[in-house]
């Protein structure tokens, strides 16, 4: 079963590591978002495509699902020292990737073609896809002005409010060949329980990407239980964004191409025919058994 991810840097990742323990990595592709990348700190900073890549090496912090596990922080501490405004934590191995896909950029290859690098060297055996070649930005109006998304989750831990949700590009972003084949050439497609309005939405934004999900099987997971996200700050994004901030709201974002919608059994607000399974991916086994319920469940379909 060959089997493609739209996935952000926390909630699907969570899914992933139960489906590698159904399906040999080499059937799964994953379509990351890109849209909070950004230059900073003299590299190129990529935080779900790593945290993807970590995963499928084995190199993941799963304590804090980003970063190296054991990385140390040794330049991240001198440049504090050299007195560099310094808000984003990176370990000394997670830098060095930064580093090594900013050369590659500036050399001029794709982010596609540099994650494909990056991939191999880490002994990746799944293919990780960034949505779009091009440069996305998802910056957050707050009541202090117009800041990178980064900045607000990061430097401000989301304690600030915010007005608007903005999607920033020079010209309107398209889905990668890569990602177009891999949905196509998938048996089933999984938007796991990423943030809808950052994660998710800037991979439903580029161009060929809604087209070809309503070509194929597709579940969708909510990252809501009632109207508080499992993690992260879905709920206010979600408000910003002018949806509601619960499975519906998900669901309203997603009904066009979902065959099949899976919220928490714990959720107190229903959707109609959707699935409930236990979507707190607290461990492993629970991942596990998750990825159990979505197979059986879409085995009839395929």
Same mark, same amino acid.
């Given at each position: 079963?060959?089997?493609?991810?739209?996935?952000?840097?926390?909630?699907?990742?969570?899914?992933?590591?139960?489906?590698?323990? *159904?399906?040999?990595?080499?059937?799964?592709?994953?379509?990351?978002?890109? @849209?909070?990348?950004?230059?900073?700190?003299?590299?190129?900073?990529?935080?779900?495509?790593?945290?993807?890549?970590?995963?499928?090496?084995?190199?993941?912090?799963?304590?804090?699902?980003?970063?190296?596990?054991?990385?140390?922080?040794?330049? =991240?501490?001198?440049?504090?020292?050299?007195? +560099?405004?310094?808000?984003?934590?990176?370990?000394?191995?997670?830098?060095?990737?930064?580093?090594?896909?900013?050369?590659?950029? *500036?050399?001029?290859?794709?982010?596609?073609?540099?994650?494909?690098?990056?991939?191999?060297?880490?002994?990746?055996?799944?293919?990780?896809?960034?949505?779009?070649?091009? /440069?996305?930005?998802?910056?957050?109006?707050?009541?202090?002005?117009?800041?990178?998304?980064? /900045?607000?989750?990061?430097?401000?831990?989301?304690?600030?409010?915010?007005?608007?949700?903005?999607?920033?590009?020079?010209?309107?972003?398209? @889905?990668?060949?890569?990602?177009?084949?891999?949905?196509?050439?998938?048996?089933?497609?999984?938007?796991?329980?990423?943030?809808?309005?950052?994660?998710?939405?800037?991979?439903?934004?580029?161009?060929?990407?809604?087209?070809?999900?309503?070509?194929?099987?597709?579940?969708?997971?909510?990252?809501?239980?009632?109207?508080?996200?499992?993690?992260?700050?879905?709920?206010?994004?979600?408000?910003?964004?002018?949806?509601?901030?619960?499975?519906?709201?998900?669901?309203?974002?997603?009904?066009?191409?979902?065959?099949?919608?899976?919220?928490?059994?714990?959720? =107190?607000?229903?959707?109609?025919?959707?699935?409930?399974?236990?979507?707190?991916?607290?461990? +492993?086994?629970?991942?596990?058994?998750?990825?159990?319920?979505?197979?059986?469940?879409?085995?009839?379909?395929?």
């Amino acid at each position: 079963m060959k089997i493609t991810f739209l996935s952000g840097g926390t909630g699907t990742p969570k899914l992933i590591r139960g489906f590698q323990k *159904k399906i040999p990595d080499e059937e799964i592709s994953v379509i990351v978002n890109t @849209a909070e990348d950004m230059w900073i700190y003299g590299s190129h900073l990529s935080p779900d495509i790593d945290t993807v890549m970590y995963l499928f090496s084995g190199l993941l912090n799963t304590n804090t699902w980003w970063g190296i596990r054991g990385d140390t922080t040794v330049t =991240n501490d001198f440049l504090k020292e050299l007195g +560099e405004d310094i808000y984003l934590t990176l370990g000394d191995k997670d830098r060095a990737v930064n580093i090594s896909r900013g050369r590659m950029l *500036k050399e001029g290859l794709t982010l596609t073609q540099a994650t494909k690098e990056l991939c191999k060297k880490i002994g990746v055996r799944a293919d990780v896809i960034p949505m779009t070649n091009s /440069e996305v930005t998802t910056q957050i109006l707050t009541e202090k002005g117009l800041i990178h998304f980064q /900045e607000y989750w990061v430097r401000h831990r989301g304690n600030i409010g915010i007005k608007k949700v903005i999607r920033s590009f020079n010209e309107k972003p398209k @889905a990668t060949e890569e990602a177009l084949e891999a949905i196509k050439k998938s048996d089933l497609v999984i938007i796991g329980p990423s943030n809808p309005v950052t994660s998710i939405s800037p991979i439903l934004e580029c161009e060929g990407i809604k087209e070809a999900l309503k070509e194929k099987i597709v579940v969708s997971v909510s990252p809501f239980i009632g109207d508080n996200p499992i993690s992260g700050p879905a709920k206010e994004l979600m408000e910003a964004w002018g949806m509601p901030p619960t499975s519906e709201g998900t669901y309203s974002l997603y009904r066009d191409f979902t065959n099949v919608f899976i919220q928490d059994i714990r959720d =107190n607000i229903l959707i109609e025919d959707a699935f409930r399974f236990d979507t707190l991916m607290i461990n +492993e086994k629970v991942s596990e058994a998750l990825a159990d319920e979505i197979i059986s469940t879409v085995r009839e379909l395929i």
